[in-house]
Nanobody, 122 residues
Framework: QVQLEESGGGLVQAGGSLRLSCAASGRAFSSYAMGWFRQAPGKERVFVTTKSWAGRTTYYAYSVKGRFTISRDSSKNTVYLQMNSLNPEDTAIYYC???????????????WGQGTQVTVSS
């Protein structure tokens, strides 16, 4: 069992930056692939980025590539999402997830956090 808790969301102006954190508790955090998804109002949850448990494989959604960076610190059981050059289209609830393998689809992820709101003003 893995529990995930996101933090770091908030209100930021367009062009600004935020860093989200996802703290994991429970066993075997380092054996899970970690992903970030987001859900805007009235829309479905969509893939943002994911990183394998060993960190060798990383994928980004086209819309965030070059602006967002995922990283993980196994010593702290934490995964981060550094978001730069934010724009209003990035406004959403951001969720972290843990699963057995990297995937751009939410299905394979077994554990989810409660989400953290990111709002980008124009």
């Amino acid at each position: 069992q893995v529990q995930l808790e996101e933090s770091g969301g908030g209100l930021v102006q367009a062009g600004g930056s935020l860093r989200l954190s996802c703290a994991a508790s429970g066993r075997a955090f380092s054996s899970y692939a970690m992903g970030w998804f987001r859900q805007a109002p009235g829309k479905e949850r969509v893939f943002v980025t994911t990183k394998s448990w060993a960190g060798r494989t990383t994928y980004y959604a086209y819309s965030v590539k070059g602006r967002f960076t995922i990283s993980r610190d196994s010593s702290k059981n934490t995964v981060y999402l550094q978001m730069n050059s934010l724009n209003p289209e990035d406004t959403a609830i951001y969720y972290c997830a843990a699963g057995p393998r990297v995937s751009t689809d939410p299905g394979p992820y077994d554990y989810w956090g409660q989400g953290t709101q990111v709002t980008v003003s124009s």
